[in-house]
């Protein structure tokens, strides 16, 4: 097997080039890899980890608008709010779920898969009870209590206040007799004013809730039904066509009477405004859910990111440790070989010069040179002491 100081110098230094070249590459090779490798996690940060963050994100903000809009549509009446409230469904809520649709094939968590599906159908439902409340809101069928107060109660309490009053105005026609006749005027009075102030203060409970109102309601009717019973036990007092007006007048009160009841009791439940009942009862716990998802979601992709710059973080420093690594391999190997190199070729050709110019001053006497390698160098050297032989010779 040939030496490496056997070679010719042109093999040497193609050699010594050579390792370096290949060095090089390695270099370059290895930095190519480890950039791919963090282009690739790179690549998945930008284009799947914050972008299903982002549309997490914009999803809750559209519900929250959503849901503001609704309640002010509720409240207010202003068709301005269900312009938003469209506008939050689309451009927000719908352009983030389709865009989680086209991530989720990247996700290589499959719990956020299913949480996805069930997003999907929490938000049909979502949709469609904001509908059904956006439709009912502003409707006479939003609160049944003033649609019984206003379409059925009022009427009846109109025609119990002109039956009263009917009575009342026979009763004026009739001489004051007795004692008892001036206390049948009063009764009749009595039972006009309770009947007005106890649908007076149903009417003000129905508009704020209040519960004093209630209880002076309950008061009032409490009242009138004693002076109606008043009234009833003196029947045999009355004309004959107060008894007529009676008749229609007790009718009319045992109609009023469950209409009354009724709305105290429809306001005083959850129920007496629909668009309220059905946003506490349907909307909100499905927004609750859908936005629990989504937190669960964020969470998961907030975590993956975390890694992901964490790997990042990592590989950059090993590649800057491998490149150090191998600048310092490099040069120590660029060292030795240009070390041999340079030993290998530069001693023999000044031990060749040096010889060359003591014969030139006429000094034979030197020694051979000393024959280390088979390259051109060795070849010149073994020239030189054939020449020195021949010349000694003469």
């Not at 310092?328 to 023999?348: H, K, N, Q």
């Amino acid at each position: 097997m040939v030496k490496f100081r056997d070679c010719k110098v042109s093999t040497k230094i193609g050699v010594g080039f050579g390792l370096i070249t290949v060095i090089l590459m390695g270099v370059v090779l290895v930095t190519i890899q480890q950039v791919k490798n963090m282009e690739a996690i790179t690549k998945r940060v930008v284009t799947l980890r914050t972008p299903t963050a982002h549309s997490s994100l914009m999803m809750l903000n559209g519900m929250n608008h959503s849901l503001a809009s609704l309640r002010g549509w509720v409240i207010l009446g202003d068709s301005r709010f269900k312009q938003d409230r469209a506008a939050a469904w689309s451009e927000q809520i719908e352009p983030s779920l389709q865009q989680l649709h086209q991530l989720a094939p990247q996700w290589e968590d499959e719990d956020g898969v299913e949480m996805l599906r069930s997003i999907e159908k929490d938000l049909k439902d979502f949709k469609q009870f904001q509908q059904d409340i956006e439709g009912i809101a502003q409707t006479v069928q939003n609160t049944p209590a003033r649609q019984i107060l206003f379409e059925k109660a009022q009427p009846v309490e109109e025609r119990l206040i002109t039956y009263i009053t009917r009575m009342i105005n026979l009763e004026m026609r009739i001489p004051p007799s007795s004692q008892n006749r001036k206390a049948l005027l009063a009764i009749m009075a009595d039972l006009e004013g309770t009947t007005s102030l106890a649908f007076e203060k149903a009417e003000e409970f129905l508009l704020s809730g209040d519960k004093d109102f209630k209880k002076q309601f309950e008061e009032s009717w409490v009242k009138n039904t004693e002076r109606f019973n008043d009234l009833k036990r003196n029947f045999k007092l009355l004309s004959e066509g107060q008894k007529k007006v009676f008749k229609r007048l007790e009718q009319a009160r045992n109609e009023i009477e469950p209409l009354l009841h009724e709305i105290i009791q429809i306001r005083s439940g959850e129920e007496w405004n629909m668009a309220n009942a059905w946003l506490v009862q349907k909307a909100i716990p499905v927004s609750s859910r859908i936005k629990s998802n989504l937190n669960k979601m964020t969470e998961t992709q907030n975590r993956l990111l975390d890694e992901d710059m964490k790997e990042i973080s990592s590989r950059t420093h090993f590649l800057i440790t491998l490149l150090v690594l191998l600048f310092f391999m490099a040069a120590l190997m660029a060292g030795v070989l240009g070390s041999a190199i340079t030993r290998t070729i530069s001693e023999p050709i000044q031990q060749v010069s040096h010889m060359a110019r003591e014969m030139a001053k006429g000094n034979l006497r030197q020694k051979k040179l000393p024959i280390h390698a088979r390259d051109e160098v060795g070849d010149l050297a073994d020239s030189f002491n054939q020449l020195l032989e021949k010349m000694k010779g003469k």
